[in-house]
């Protein structure tokens, strides 16, 4: 099986990946919806995307490509502890605070923010497709006076100096990734810690109390929602769908009739897909 991830080696995708699956094929693609398009195309059987982070939030990239631009469901979660760590070329290691500029991608810059505005509050900070390409970019340039943001494999793989370790803004924090593709996830190496179901609803703009009416058809039937967030439908200003977890712990009749209500409402219902959801210790 082939099993596409945001690369390059050493990303947190990466790890991701190898945890969920360590004896299959992994194809790296330098950005998300190249990762999602991959398995459309079926250069992939599965890929890997990350959703959510505790410190940022949604991966909006994730989120909006698979609303708008896709139908590929939604197989399994990983949940992954994230460490963020700042690291610099072998040669700037005793100067590492004369960093001028440190890169990332975006999601660590902003899961670091309080230690570069503790650190380097001048520093320019550059975005980079992954963190993982950050660190390549650094071991490229050993005599720039740069940085990179990256997970501690990131650090091996590039042969940096880790000179600020777990920089990330909390101690506990962790990213939730997306398996997805037609095929079935398997990942007899994760355990599977408790069911999910991801939904986009929208419903009709003019319809007062539409939101609330859409959440009764839950709340009365005790489905428990454990996410909901609005996103721009990017078609004009105050239109929005709604992304929801339901936790899928009653029978799942009980959630079809919920969506079923919802639609006789007027409103849209797209399911991402109902999945286990597998968490990663001790990495
Ligand atoms: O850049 C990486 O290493 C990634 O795998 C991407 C990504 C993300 O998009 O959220 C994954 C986990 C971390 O939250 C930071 C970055």
């Not at 610099?88 to 309080?114: C, D, F, G, M, Y």
């Not at 009416?213 to 489905?223: D, H, N, P, T, V």
């Not at 709604?242 to 712990?249: E, M, N, P, R, S």
Request: charged share 20%; proline share 6%; glycine share 4%.
């Amino acid at each position: 099986m082939k099993i596409g991830y945001l690369g390059p080696e050493s990303s947190f995708t990466h790890t991701a990946a190898v945890n969920a699956f360590p004896s299959e094929y992994l194809v790296p693609y330098r950005s998300i919806p190249a990762c999602i398009k991959a398995v459309e195309f079926h250069e992939v059987d599965l890929a890997i995307v990350p959703i959510e982070n505790t410190l940022e939030g949604s991966v909006n990239t994730t989120v909006d490509y698979l609303f708008h631009q896709s139908t590929i469901p939604v197989g399994a979660e990983i949940v992954l502890p994230i460490y963020q760590q700042l690291m610099v070329s072998k040669e700037n290691k005793e100067r590492w605070e004369e960093v001028t500029k440190i890169l990332s991608h975006p999601q660590a810059l902003a899961q670091s923010q309080e230690f570069i505005r503790q650190y380097f509050p001048n520093a320019d900070l550059e975005q980079t497709p992954s963190t993982a390409y950050a660190a390549s970019f650094v071991s490229e340039h050993p005599q720039e006076k740069i940085a990179a943001i990256a997970p501690r494999a990131s650090a091996e793989k590039y042969d940096l100096e880790i000179v600020k370790e777990n920089i990330q803004d909390i101690a506990s924090n962790h990213t939730r990734f997306w398996i997805i593709g037609k095929d079935e996830a398997h990942l007899p190496y994760l355990p599977v810690e408790r069911e999910q179901m991801s939904i986009a609803i929208t419903m009709p703009s003019n319809m007062p109390g539409s939101l609330y009416k859409a959440l009764s058809a839950f709340s009365w039937r005790e489905i428990n929602l454990s996410k909901i967030e609005s996103r721009p439908l990017k078609t004009s200003l105050g239109e929005y769908f709604f992304l929801i977890d339901l936790v899928v712990d009653k029978p799942l009749e009980l959630i079809e009739f919920a969506l079923e209500e919802i639609r006789l409402l007027g409103g849209e219902v797209k399911i991402f897909g109902k999945y286990g959801i597998h968490t990663i210790y001790g990495v």
